[in-house]
């Protein structure tokens, strides 16, 4: 059925969701070539939309997943995703969604405050096992869009803060059962420029320095999501452009030799499939 008859079908139950896969294919494709050119890693943030036909797509496309629960990881999971292609952040981790993670040893859990670094650290010693974390820290940009979908500023609840870092350190070397690899961010969604994005490279060079002086080898850099969808124009939907967005990283963000920079986009790609 094409997207008029849909439309102005009678007869169809309620709620009626409908996708449009050409598009989602042809948005996920172009996320991926703009990634690959400049070797970056994309995982798709699985609260944008969990139906296991999108996931699909998304898998074949060969990205990651991002999630922020236990179920979303079990979700994952289910639909065939790998546990190395598995992010997991959240604030207020439960325990048993802690363990799931260090069950499976995914890609990272990202650690949202010290005194979740303390409880995953009880964790995964108690299940004998050394997991891979990533520290999410708040880099106190402002994304520039709605304050309730800001998440990188000091005011917010997520991440770990500037001031917070002598006390994180201290207890990451403390940590015997965490290995530190990775340094987590995302300031916000529905982002319309890219000067955010700018901010964010500049803070994120900051804050790894501060690490690396540290003798900490970070393994990858996650800079999140937030991509804005432009809902002005909700049928102009047939060029996605996301080479500028990762140009702006690849400008701007001082990797590391062998560093990976990964990203976890989700509205931006469920909210172009109708
Ligand atoms: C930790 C994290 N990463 C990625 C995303 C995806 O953001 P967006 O859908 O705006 O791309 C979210 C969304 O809230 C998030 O909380």
């Known amino acids: 059925m094409d997207r008029k008859s849909i439309l102005n079908s009678q007869d169809l139950p309620t709620p009626y969701y409908a996708y449009d896969l050409d598009v989602l294919r042809k948005t996920l494709s172009a996320a991926r070539l703009a990634a690959d050119k400049f070797n970056f890693h994309v995982h798709y943030a699985i609260k944008a939309n969990s139906h296991p036909r999108i996931l699909k797509e998304v898998m074949e496309v060969g990205f990651g997943i991002d999630c922020v629960s236990g179920q979303e ?20 981790k439960a ?96 982002i319309q420029s890219l000067e955010p994005f700018k901010n964010l490279c500049t803070r994120i060079n900051e804050y790894q320095s501060f690490f690396l002086d540290q003798g900490f080898h970070i393994k990858h850099i996650n800079a999140g999501g937030g ?8 049928d102009d939907l047939n060029n996605p452009d996301f080479e500028p967005f990762f140009q702006l990283f690849s400008d701007y963000l001082e990797l590391k030799p062998t560093q990976q920079l990964h990203f976890e986009l989700g509205a931006f790609f469920s909210s172009e499939l109708w």
């Open 73 to 92: 990881v079990r979700h994952a999971l289910d639909n065939g995703f790998q546990p190395e292609n598995i992010a997991f952040a959240g604030v207020g």
């Open 95 to 190: 325990d048993w969604e802690i363990d799931l993670a260090i069950e499976h040893e995914i890609f990272t859990l990202n650690v949202e405050s010290i005194e979740e670094l303390v409880v995953i650290n009880e964790r995964a010693e108690m299940a004998g096992k050394k997991v891979d974390i990533a520290l999410r820290l708040n880099p106190d940009v402002n994304a520039k869009t709605h304050h309730y979908i800001t998440t990188g500023l000091e005011e917010n609840k997520f991440g770990i803060s500037r001031w917070q870092f002598n006390e994180l350190v201290e207890v990451v070397r403390a940590s015997s059962n965490v290995n530190l690899v990775g340094l987590h961010f995302h300031i916000g969604s529905q």
């Open 227 to 234: 991509l804005g969808v432009d809902y002005n124009n909700p």
